[in-house]
């Protein structure tokens, strides 16, 4: 059964979470607060996070940032009733991978957290199949339609990278401190010429595109 951390200050959303996460699989491990959450993490096997924004002391944005800088690579969604652009930025950069809106469907919740182990098992598997693309991490291989494809070291991290994740958005910051050596003398621009290469190599694929998302960064779009 995957275990869920629940990050929630508000009784009555985390009886919700206790009621319907257990009715579709998924054991629940409950958190008032921040400090709570990270106690959790050091004592459990955690699969992904759902954390509330609006919390004492520590807020759901600066919970997600300290989680990344100390590697914890779970998946996260945050949870709040915050739904501009400016949240929603605010809550990609801090490092989560998907943003729902309270009051949310169950159903799509349930979609959204399905969705991300999913996604989440495949980077853990080091292979991802994409229509008639298929990535291989561990030789950094692709094959297209069976036919193989070359790609350079850096170009291939950072296709691999977005279609782990299809639909999540990436700053080039996130994708420049992942891919490329902290030591680095490259900037962000260094990012869009290596978007601008794969999208000049893939431009017919039937399997995926790249998107530029205004404001923000990169993110990959499935068409198979």
């Known amino acids: 059964m995957f275990q869920i951390l629940v990050v929630e200050d508000d009784l009555n959303t985390r009886k919700l979470f206790e009621t319907i996460l257990p009715q579709h699989g998924y054991h629940p491990c409950m958190a008032n607060d921040a400090m709570e959450a990270l106690r959790v993490l050091e004592n459990h096997h955690i699969d992904l996070a759902l954390i509330d ?3 004492p002391e520590m807020d759901g944005y600066a919970l997600t940032r300290l989680m990344r ?57 080091h292979r991802l199949q994409i229509g008639g693309t298929e990535l291989n991490f561990n030789s950094l291989s692709i094959m297209v339609d069976g036919k193989y494809e070359a790609l350079p070291k850096k170009e291939f991290l950072l296709l691999f990278k977005l279609l782990s994740y299809p639909g999540r958005i990436f700053t080039r910051r996130q994708l420049m401190d992942e891919i490329w050596d902290l030591d680095t003398e490259s900037d962000e621009r260094t990012v869009d010429v290596h978007i601008n290469r794969l999208r000049d190599r893939f431009r017919g694929s039937r399997d995926f595109e790249i998107q530029t998302v205004r404001g923000l960064g990169y993110k990959a779009v499935i068409l198979a």
């Open 69 to 125: 800088e100390n590697n914890v690579d779970i998946p996260i969604i945050l949870v709040t009733a915050r739904e501009s652009i400016q949240d929603k930025r605010q809550g990609f950069t801090s490092g989560a991978d998907d943003y729902i809106v309270k009051p949310f469907d169950e159903e799509e919740l349930m979609l959204r957290i399905a969705a991300l182990l999913r996604r989440s098992r495949i980077v853990s598997d």
């Open 53 to 55: 924004i609006m919390l």
